[in-house]
């Protein structure tokens, strides 16, 4: 039988090296759409998966000139986080958070009060820039108001290169390194809490069975059904916000 929610809040406060595992389902409340969900980006417009993809970006400036035409309206620079984000910050305040590997590219966790230095993004972040000829990185919104002025396929400063958001596309590599510290941190824990992503998504969704095979409880808290749910010790098919709270209990961080 599978385990209920009062069940799991009891495996949350007595495990000490809690890995969570989020998606794109952790920032909806926050306004920021997902892309598979059923009120998802590609759900609505299967088109716009090309403006994520490298291959097209680096091709084609009309895709570029979409995509950071895009960028400028997008509701993750104003985006606030939510209870699901603030449950995460508190597990660290008890010292119970092993690490935060995040598929979100929007910065809500550190927005929220996670240190920079327990978020693993395997995905990049939308708050720097990229070139992709000299590798030169930088912070996103002074681009942005390049755009704003009329420049609408911005180059680099330093080599004339084509810029990107330091978000890792389809088609691109992810950052060395990076995979490897999720997988550490992953065989680490003793429960490891998928949240809010259809775990679809290579190679970071092997995380899951790779925590699962060390010895980790799992927990998965998703509005879909996931390919790993068969072996979870706990699926919660239930709004992120409410549940994380739920199973973190009182929530006790200063105001912000
Ligand atoms: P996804 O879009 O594939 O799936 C999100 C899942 O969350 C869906 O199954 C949906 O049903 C569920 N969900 C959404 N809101 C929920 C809620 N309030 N309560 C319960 N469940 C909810 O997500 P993914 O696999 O994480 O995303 C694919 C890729 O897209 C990621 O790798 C990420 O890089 C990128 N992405 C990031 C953001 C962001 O940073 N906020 C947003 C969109 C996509
Ligand atoms: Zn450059």
Redesign the pocket.
């Known amino acids: 039988m599978r385990a209920s929610l009062d069940t799991v809040r009891d495996w949350v406060s007595t495990s000490r090296r809690i890995v969570v595992l ?8 926050s306004g ?7 009120n ?2 590609w759900t609505r417009d299967p088109d716009a998966e090309k403006l994520s993809d490298i291959r097209y970006y680096l091709a084609d400036s009309e895709v570029r000139r979409k995509a950071w035409l895009k960028r400028l309206p997008n509701p ?1 620079w104003t985006a606030q986080p939510n209870a699901g984000h603030k449950a995460i910050v508190e597990l660290e305040r008890r010292g119970q958070l092993h690490a935060l590997i995040t ?4 910065g ?1 966790h550190q927005k929220a009060g996670t240190s920079p230095e327990r978020v693993i993004e ?2 990049g972040t ?1 708050h720097s820039v990229l070139c992709w000829d000299c590798g030169a990185t930088g912070p996103m919104l002074p681009v942005l108001e390049r755009v704003r002025g009329g420049e609408d396929d911005p180059q680099c400063t330093d080599c004339g290169g084509i810029l990107k958001s330091a ?2 596309l389809f088609g691109e590599g992810l950052k060395p390194g990076v995979m490897e510290r999720a997988l550490q941190a992953a065989v680490e824990a003793d429960l490891l809490i998928a949240v ?6 290579y190679p ?1 969704a092997g995380v899951v069975p790779a925590a699962k095979a060390a010895g980790a409880r799992l927990v998965i ?4 059904p ?1 390919q790993f749910d068969r072996i979870a010790d706990a699926v919660l098919h ?4 409410e ?1 994380l709270s739920k199973l973190v209990g009182r929530i006790n961080l200063p105001e912000r």
């Open positions: 989020s998606g794109a389902g952790i920032s909806t409340e920021i759409p997902d892309f598979r969900g059923p998802g980006l993750g598929q979100n590219i929007d809500l395997v995905h939308m978000t890792i809010g992503s259809t775990l679809q998504v970071v808290v998703n509005a879909d996931t239930r709004p992120i916000g549940t």
